[in-house]
Every structure is written in C-alpha cells, then in structure tokens.
C-alpha cells in the first residue's frame, strides 16, 4: 500500500513538473512574440501550441489588446493628418482676405488716389473684413459643435413659416442670379421640436448653397413623410462629381480644390452638426447633375 502511494506521489510530481515546464516554455514563448511585435510594430497576432485553456484564455486577451491597440494607432494617425490639413486649411482661408486686406490698405496710402477710388478700397475692406468675421465665427461655431459646447433651447417649430420668412429675404439674391426656385410647401406640416436660431441657420446655409452653385434650376420643398416633416434643397450641379457628393459634409471639404475663397466647406459641416445634435437627420443625394440635400426632421409626438 506504501509502494502504491509513493509510486501515485511520483507520477503526480512528474506530471505537476512536465506540466509546468510546458506553461512556463508557453510563457516565454509568449513575451518573446509580444517583443518582436512591439518591436517590429507588426499587425501580428500572439499563437499558442498549449492546449491549455488558461493559456488560450490569456493569449485570447493579448490578442484582443493589441487589436485596440492597432485600432488606437491607426486613429490616432488619422486625426493627427485630419489635424494637419485643417490647419492648413484654417491658415489658407484666413490668409485669403487678410492678403486682400492688406493689399488693399497699401493701395489706400498712395496720395495720387481720388477720394472716390479710395472709398471705393475702404468699401472693399469692410466687406473682406466682414467676411473675414464671418469665417472666424464659423471657425469657433463649428469646434462648440464638435466639442458639444453648443446651448439649444429646444421648442414647438412651424418650420413653413420660417422657410417662408427666409425665402422672402433672399429674394434679391435669387433675382440677381436670375433664378426662378420651385417652391413647394405644405402649409400644414406637423410641429417639430427644435431650436428657432438653429433651424433659421440651417435653411440659410442650405438657401445660399443652392445659390452659390445652382445656376438655373433651384427647387425647395417641405412636406410630411410618414413620421417626419421632410425638407429638400436641390440646385443643378453640374461640376460635382459622385465622389464629392460623399464628403459635401466634411468640415472643410470644398469642390474648389484651389480654395480661392470662394468657400471654405463649413456651412454643411456647421449644418449636419446641427440637425444631429437636434435629433433629426440629413444626407445628399447626387441624381442626373442635382444635388439634392434632404433633412428629416420628428414630428412633436402630442401627449394630450
């Protein structure tokens, strides 16, 4: 009986032995992986021979971190070159007008200019000043957005009386280009919940998108779908390719590649982060050369 004890101790420590030099060769195997592949900054994966399940357990969890670590790296990479070309292109937009700006100032101090030509260079400051306000406001709207810094104060909307209200005010401006917009709205749309000062923002920014690119067609309507009251701005656009089209919304995305000033790509920006932050949604469809930008926005669920 002694013998058969000693010989089950034996075999128990042989096994408990061959055991643990298994994990431990698994081990090292383990962290010598891990080195070469934080040396190596390698996508690779840890791999194991061990049949054991605390060792498959471990490396599962290895692996899982080094893919959150492969995911971190690679958006850290894409925000730092997001980071990159937007100041860049910060830098290039305000340039633009501080440039004329400044041109425009030295032209003014030549004393053979009459008084008409120089008031005429004092009026062009003013207007490059002014839009120079505009850009750093949108600057600074656009980084409250992002960081959820903006303040809504949300209420009962009657979203065709606004547009109507906006459409009125850009009358000369639909005129001066000669424009005809097809205006198609439903009198009797249901109230939304939304904040006024946004939503007058948001069909301005859209109204004078339409303008700025629709040289003849420019069609607004307002209607309800199912549970939305639906808003759609379309104008011809003709140089805008399907590409494009998938990054109107991008902050500082413009199809002007040359950024002459023409636009610096923040109003869309400034107008998506709007709509969503007020719960509704929007998007843009390129069909046959119109581009139509449509917002959905929820009907106010009455509770009485």
Known sequence: MQILVIVLLIV??????????????????????????????????????????????LALEINKMLEEKRKSEIDHKRMDIELRQAIANMSHDLRTPLTSIMGYIQLMEDDSLSSEEKKEYVNIVKKRAEALQILISSFYDLSRLEAKEYKFEL?????????????????????????????????????VIADEN????????LIQ???????????ISLKKYKDYVVTT??????DLSEEDSKHLFERFFTVDRTRTGASTGLG?????????????????ELNSGKLSITIKWRIKINTQ
């Open 12 to 57: 128990s420590s042989g096994i408990f032995a061959i055991h643990y030099f298994l994990l431990r060769k698994e081990s090292k195997n383990i962290a010598s992986q891990l080195y070469e592949i934080n040396r190596n900054r390698t996508n690779s994966k840890i791999k194991i021979s061990s049949t054991d399940s605390g060792i498959g357990e």
């Open 155 to 191: 209420s009962s909307l009657n979203l065709a009386n606004m547009l109507y209200d906006l459409m009125a005010s850009f009358y000369k401006d639909f005129s001066n280009k000669k424009i005809e917009p097809n205006i198609d709205v439903d009198e009797k749309v249901p109230l």
């Open 198 to 205: 946004a939503v007058r923002r948001i069909f301005s920014n």
């Open 209 to 219: 998108n339409a303008l700025k690119y629709g040289n003849d067609f420019v069609s």
């Open 233 to 238: 701005f379309t104008n011809d656009a003709p």
């Open 268 to 284: 869309l920006a400034i107008t998506k982060e709007l709509v969503e932050q007020m719960g509704h949604t929007i998007s843009a």
